[in-house]
């Protein structure tokens, strides 16, 4: 395709090459535009495009050269200078941003510590085994469990308990009987009326006690119980889990001796002492907080002390309370007595009269 400017005052200038647009190709199509006359010539304009071969790489070169007013600039190397000026740039770049950001994580792990010694240290969680009750607190945990202060005083204000008892002498030899006690409670244990009607197979015979005083009847006639009797009966009253669960209405006093560990049960030990000096102590199961056992230590006249054990055993709830329904005696180790409910009721109305001397 050819395009012609004619000048009408024509001028001896020479036509230029305006643009050359260079591709790779073997068959070139060439567009010329010249002016007719030699010396009317006012602008000539030549393009080459050569087809399709530009996607050759090594052509590529040559098709991103560019001639201007005869020269031929290559833009190759253009855009190679600015890939390695950006790369030159960058490299300068990351250390400073890679020394911030290290900079900025030692910042931070600086507070965090800052932070956590400033923070007030956790007291270490203190194990059950280690916390320390005093004798108060353990007892009162065990009046809650056997039925609450206020609980025991009403439904166990009087009561019947019937049951059997076993009797080992010092040959080895046992005696059964049959037993009824009736009670009624008053404010300390002093102050306690208790009737124990006993069946033996061969004679029955009753012991009351009131008043602190302790008398019997036999065949419908008062008589004094022997001393060891005597002894036996008011040591079993006061050497008892009611004196613990009614400690401040007797004005006992108790202390903690300490903690104990026996055939893998954990025991805090209690020890009672009474107005009349007489001291208990007791076993309880730091898991139940049950009175497991108790001891004393009693002397008989003219002999040794002789150390008594009572345990417990069978426990049962009773209208809301805890009652043993299972007693053993030991006397320096050796089993002398074991009792066995059979059946207690509270809240039974007894009479005042059973607990009275008879007349004659």
């Known amino acids: 395709m050819c395009l012609s400017v004619l000048s009408r005052k024509p001028r001896k200038i020479p036509a230029p090459l305006v643009l050359v647009k260079q591709a790779s190709g073997a068959l070139p199509d060439c567009i010329h535009a010249s002016f007719s006359g030699s010396k009317a010539a006012f602008y000539r304009a030549c393009v080459t495009i050569r087809h399709q071969s530009w996607l050759s790489p090594v052509d590529a070169v040559e098709f991103t050269a560019i001639r201007i007013q005869g020269e031929r600039l290559?833009?190759?190397?253009?855009?190679?200078?600015?890939?390695?000026?950006?790369?030159?740039?960058?490299?300068?770049?990351?250390?400073?941003?890679?020394q911030a950001a290290a900079i900025a994580q030692d910042a931070k792990q600086e507070t965090k510590q800052n932070?956590?010694?400033?923070?007030?240290?956790?007291?270490?969680?203190?194990?059950?085994?280690?916390t320390k009750f005093t004798a108060e607190q353990i007892v009162e945990s065990v009046i809650l469990i056997y039925g609450?202060?206020?609980?025991?005083?009403?439904?166990?204000?009087?009561?019947?308990?019937?049951?059997?008892?076993?009797?080992?002498?010092?040959?080895?030899?046992?005696?059964?009987?049959?037993?009824?006690?009736?009670?009624?409670?008053?404010?300390?244990?002093?102050?306690?009326?208790?009737?124990?009607?006993?069946?033996?197979?061969?004679?029955?015979?009753?012991?009351?006690?009131?008043?602190?005083?302790?008398?019997?009847?036999?065949?419908?006639?008062?008589f004094t119980p022997r001393q060891d009797a005597t002894t036996s009966f008011i040591s079993q009253h006061h050497h008892s889990i009611d004196s613990l669960l009614r400690y401040k209405e007797c004005g006992s006093t108790i202390s903690l001796v300490g903690k104990d560990q026996q055939k893998g049960l954990d025991l805090f030990v209690i020890e009672l002492v009474d107005k009349e000096k007489r001291k208990t102590r007791y076993y309880i199961s730091a898991r139940s907080l049950r009175v497991l056992w108790l001891e004393w230590e009693e002397g008989n006249p003219g002999g040794v002390a002789v150390k008594y054990t009572r345990r417990f055993l069978d426990y049962r709830l009773v209208q809301q309370t805890l009652v043993p329904y299972r007693t053993v005696l030991l006397e320096d180790g050796r089993q002398s007595q074991e009792s066995r409910v059979l059946t207690i009721t509270y809240g039974v109305k007894v009479n005042d009269s059973i607990f009275h001397r008879p007349e004659g």
Not at 80 to 96: Q, Y
Not at 171 to 191: A, D, I, Q
């Open 74 to 98: 290559h833009l190759l190397r253009l855009f190679l200078a600015l890939i390695a000026l950006a790369a030159f740039l960058v490299s300068l770049a990351l250390p400073g941003r890679t």
């Open 148 to 222: 609450t202060r206020p609980g025991l005083e009403q439904i166990r204000r009087n009561g019947v308990e019937r049951g059997r008892i076993t009797r080992t002498n010092t040959e080895g030899n046992t005696e059964e009987s049959e037993y009824e006690r009736r009670f009624v409670r008053g404010e300390n244990l002093e102050k306690d009326k208790i009737r124990l009607d006993q069946k033996l197979p061969t004679m029955e015979y009753s012991l009351i006690f009131g008043d602190g005083k302790l008398w019997g009847i036999i065949n419908g006639a008062t």
């Open 115 to 130: 932070i956590k010694q400033d923070a007030k240290p956790e007291p270490p969680k203190q194990n059950s085994k280690d």
